[in-house]
């Protein structure tokens, strides 16, 4: 069977934090989520847990499934979470129409021995299909992710952040196409994406310390070829453009020329967008390779999105 290959809306907000502590909020967050974009897809969900114990478990997504996850969130005894279609005997299709997952706290797969010089990050991210939305992501659904990417920020102390649209799919290991491209490791001694970020996306997060190595705040607001928003002490965001529909290679590489001083040494090609979006967008090797390496609602939620939900089979 051959695959098919779509873009997908995808989120990722990154951070050195153990946010294990932050169960209940980011049940919350997982909760709002499931609410607004179950209806949207016709797919059963599987979801997939590892506890910090080294136990692993696949179920069907239920409401005895989403009890278990929150006392797990709420005991800090979940590691990974993965929420997205169940496999499909009749149709091979990536990425997926829905996938949600977190890592919490990934230094506790490792040895206490290597936390003193290595960085271990945990991530949220959240991916929807284009296919969900007739190849058209709706005004309000990039609203809603710039809204959740946002908070999500603030939440975890986030130290990386990106919401991008390509053959991609969200993952509690998630290596983007350009660290898949350029071999850059996760998981590596300082100062990891506290200098460095993950490439260059339709939504961009600037921690403070690379805001200072491009010149501080005013020179950001005045040499970015895409609209700054500062994020209180945090930190800035750069949007390559209004609508994510309309960013080209163009945008693209105009911002990446721009980011380019916060690019890993062995990544610093100010062409790089347009290389990996030309491959990613044909479904070959680079889109796919950051899934290999990782692996009853309201009717108005579908007039919210000028869409309409599609019956949830869950």
């Known amino acids: 069977m051959d695959t098919h290959y779509f873009k997908a809306i995808c989120l990722n907000v990154t951070t050195y934090k153990n946010i294990s502590p932050l169960g209940e909020q980011l049940g919350g967050v997982l909760q709002q989520i499931l609410e607004t974009y179950v209806p949207f897809t016709t797919h059963n969900l599987l979801i997939e847990i590892e506890k910090t114990n080294g136990q692993y478990r696949q179920l069907p ?23 997205s279609d169940a496999p499909n005997e009749d149709e091979d299709t990536f990425p997926q129409d829905f996938r949600f997952a977190i890592t919490l706290n990934r230094a506790a797969a490792f040895p206490p021995e290597t936390h003193k010089n290595m960085l271990f990050p945990n991530e949220v991210s959240f991916s929807l299909s284009e296919r ?76 403070r310390s690379q805001i200072d190595a491009l010149g501080g705040i005013d020179n950001v607001r005045k040499q970015s070829p895409g609209a700054v928003i500062q994020m209180g002490d945090t930190g800035a965001t750069i949007q390559a453009t209004n609508d994510i529909n309309s ?33 990613s967008s044909r479904g070959t090797g680079l889109g796919e390779s950051s899934e290999l390496v990782s692996g009853g609602f309201p009717a108005k939620v579908g007039r919210r999105f000028n869409a309409s939900p599609k019956k949830s089979r869950r």
């Open 247 to 279: 960013c080209t290679d163009n945008d693209l590489n105009n911002l990446s020329a721009f980011l380019s001083p916060l690019f890993p040494p062995e990544a610093r090609d100010p062409q790089f967008p347009l290389l990996i979006r030309e491959e």
């Open 61 to 83: 997504f239920s409401d005895s499934a989403m009890g278990l996850i929150n006392t797990l969130l709420s005991k800090k005894e979940l590691l990974t979470l993965a929420i």
């Open 132 to 207: 969900l939305f007739s190849n058209q992501i709706p005004s309000a659904v990039q609203a809603d992710f710039i809204r959740l990417y946002q908070s999500l920020i603030q939440l975890t102390s986030g130290i990386a952040g990106f919401i991008t649209y390509e053959t991609i799919s969200a993952s509690y290991e998630m290596t983007t196409p350009f660290e898949a491209r350029y071999g850059i490791r996760q998981i590596t001694p300082q100062p990891g994406f506290h200098s460095y970020v993950r490439g260059c996306f339709w939504v961009n997060f600037l921690n």
